[in-house]
């Protein structure tokens, strides 16, 4: 495999391979592209395939190609997609952190002190982010295993091994803060400038604000946990019952009846609806029955005649077809008479001709309207004239 020359080499490559690089990152889940549509998505040259070939970016296998991890993983991590969570990077990265800061009490140059001091606020800030993206995954994670996976066996299983990773992340988290409070008191108290001193404290919150996530995730995973054995239970209980009931002996075996008989499922009803009805003699002998029969009246006199009620005919002379003249000047025509002449369009308007009388207002609304409408067509420059108290462009057709 030949690695890329430059930086310059990669990002060019990547540039000119974008709808490739997307589609197949689209596709990852997939694990593969088929080999013919690759070819439509680098136009069809063989050449630049075998390019990404032997650079290392994609591998063939058979009729399909498939992107190489460090590239799926270089994506996912920067896009914060990725699905796999990392703990041996964190404590990887502790490792090297101890490492740096021996280096830095052996050494006796100040530039290279300085040099190691910039690499363990490096890794500082990078246990930090690389915690809290664990953190993000892991949430992502047991969201899409609870909500996405229809196997009750897999679901769980994924959800205790879950668990143990947030086990895992809980106590990197502990062990880091235990290293800045308690390891190492010696180089920070020798080494502690504003930068170092500034990086620590963020480094802290940003681990106290993933703790407390992690808290939360337990909540949530013990939650999700305890809904499956429930909902296995339950399912467990519709089998049994179901298969009582094929054998005939639901109602014998079971004490279904009683507990049906002792339950009111009144939400299962219909809603009642109870109609008032008026008395007679109410109707009769007082002010709010007269009220109320004439209010019925005009309802239903106001339904009858609006069900035969018909439009009144169209009168003739609504049929006549008169004919609208609108006397205005065209701008299309004006256009095309000014891309003929030789004058700027401002005093091309002024003297136009046109068939009847414009005033000096009426002339600049036209100015205004052939720049607005053909801009375009126009060519604007930064020369300006004036005409008494007004200050134009100079624009010439194209």
Not at 49 to 64: A, C, E, K, N, P
Not at 170 to 175: C, D
Not at 196 to 216: G, M
Not at 321 to 329: F, G, H, R, S, Y
Request: aromatic letters at 8%.
């Amino acid at each position: 495999m030949n690695a890329f020359n430059n930086i310059d080499e990669l990002l060019k490559m990547m540039g000119r391979e974008k709808a490739l690089l997307k589609e197949m990152f689209h596709r990852r889940r997939e694990g593969n592209l088929h080999y013919d549509v690759a070819r439509a998505l680098v136009e069809y040259r063989q050449e630049r395939l075998q390019f990404l070939i032997d650079r290392g970016v994609i591998h063939d296998s058979g009729d399909f190609l498939e992107l190489e991890d460090v590239y799926m993983h270089f994506f996912e991590e920067v896009l914060q997609v990725n699905e796999q969570i990392s703990i041996a990077s964190v404590r990887e990265s502790i490792e090297a952190l101890d490492a740096a800061i021996n280096y830095y009490m052996m050494e006796n140059s100040e530039q290279r002190k300085f040099e190691y001091l910039k690499q363990v606020r490096k890794i500082l800030r990078n246990i930090a982010l690389t915690t809290l993206r664990n953190v993000i995954d892991l949430k992502r994670n047991i969201d899409n295993t609870y909500k996405n996976e229809p196997n009750y066996l897999i679901k769980k299983a994924k959800l205790e091994k879950l668990d143990t990773q947030r086990h895992s992340i809980a106590e990197l988290i502990l062990q880091t803060e235990d290293y800045l409070d308690n390891r190492q008191q010696g180089f920070f108290a020798v080494a502690m400038d504003v930068g170092l001193r500034a990086t620590v404290q963020d480094v802290r919150l940003q681990l106290k604000d993933a703790y407390h996530n992690i808290l939360e995730l337990d909540r949530q995973i013990i939650e999700y946990l305890n809904l499956i054995e429930y909902q296995d239970r339950l399912l467990k209980k519709l089998r049994k019952i179901k298969y009582l009931k094929d054998q005939m002996v639901l109602e014998s075996q079971t004490d279904v009846l009683p507990v049906l008989n002792s339950i009111n499922p009144v939400w299962m009803e219909n809603r009642p609806k109870y109609t008032l009805k008026l008395s007679l003699d109410m109707l009769r002998n007082s002010d709010d029955g007269l009220a109320a029969i004439k209010a019925l009246a005009l309802k239903m006199k106001t339904g009858t005649m609006a069900r035969s009620r018909k439009a009144d005919p169209i009168g003739l002379d609504y049929l006549d077809q008169d004919t609208e003249i609108l006397d205005m000047v065209s701008t299309l025509e004006l256009k095309n008479a000014f891309a003929a002449s030789g004058e700027d369009l401002y005093a091309f308007v002024q003297h136009y001709n046109c068939h009847k009388t414009l005033e000096r207002e009426d002339r600049l609304v036209l100015f205004c309207q052939v720049a607005s409408q053909f801009l375009p067509e126009l060519q604007i420059t930064e020369m300006t004239a004036n005409d008494q108290d007004i200050e134009y462009p100079l624009i010439f057709p194209q």
